[in-house]
């Protein structure tokens, strides 16, 4: 049975593991959650919650990641794998010629005043949006055309715009992608208690809701890094009228 590999590469708190949920309740489909993680930590020593759980937990080498896990076997025709674009650090990228490639998005000025709540201040490498941009034009070289999603048309219209992501991956849509059991999956990593409190009170993708709060004026140096990475991949993100 040939398996169709799907990489979402996303940035943090850009509701990720909602879509990697949505795709768990596939019948054809295995998920699995951010297999290079323990890599980045290794080689990047980045200090984020629960770091020495995830590295006695997981297979710390990124090259031995790609081939036993991301290409390795999969005994379901579909295979999901929420991934964080800024995990590609000393990473061959060439193996994403075999696999199917997506781009998540979102706003940074929501993003951020997310993530600043895990990591504290972040820089725009935490964010993963170069890093995604820079993805974008590599896949394009290779003669990929990568779905790239915006967080915040997905939870305006998940039915929509999950109808068209499917449609753009050859698979049909199931109406099962747009609800989960509360409590989250058993695929969740072991760093789930650090960052997926909200989103393992859901059932279904939550109803897009602006952000209130003011904006810190800690965070708009990073902000005004990020924004014209954002602007570019969202002028090219799937709507519900698209």
């Known amino acids: 049975m040939q398996t169709q590999r799907i990489c979402l590469w996303s940035g943090p708190r850009n ?11 596939r019948s054809d489909t295995e998920i699995i959650d951010e297999p ?23 297979q710390t080498d990124g090259a031995a990641v790609i ?6 076997p999969c005994t379901k025709s579909v295979l999901f794998m929420k991934q964080m674009a800024h995990h590609l650090v000393d990473i ?9 490639n997506i781009l ?34 590599e896949l394009r070289e290779m003669g990929q055309s990568p779905p790239i999603l915006d967080a915040r048309e997905l939870l ?10 499917c449609d753009r991956l050859g698979l049909p849509f199931e109406e099962s992608m747009l609800s989960w059991p509360r409590g989250g999956h058993p695929s969740d990593g072991i760093w789930a208690p650090h960052w997926y ?10 109803s897009y809701q602006p952000k209130r709060e003011p904006f810190p004026e800690a965070l708009e140096g990073v902000l005004s ?18």
């Open 156 to 165: 305006l219209a998940p039915r929509d715009v999950l109808s068209i992501l």
């Open 104 to 137: 998540l998005i979102r706003d940074p000025k929501e993003m951020l005043l997310s993530l600043t709540k895990v990591i504290g201040i972040p820089t725009l490498k935490d964010t993963g949006l170069k890093m995604q941009a820079e993805l974008l034009s």
């Open 225 to 242: 890094e990020c924004l014209p990475y954002y602007d570019m991949l969202r002028a090219d993100a799937i709507c519900s009228d698209s």
């Open 67 to 72: 081939r036993d896990v991301i290409l390795g």
């Open 15 to 25: 509701i990720s593991t909602a879509l990697m949920y949505a795709f768990g309740q």
């Open 92 to 100: 061959n990228a060439s193996f994403m010629r075999k696999t199917v």
């Open 36 to 58: 290079l993680y323990a890599h980045y930590l290794h080689v990047t020593g980045a200090t984020h919650p629960g770091r020495e759980d995830v590295m006695t937990s997981m």
């Open 197 to 206: 409190h909200n989103v393992h009170q859901s059932a279904g993708f939550v």
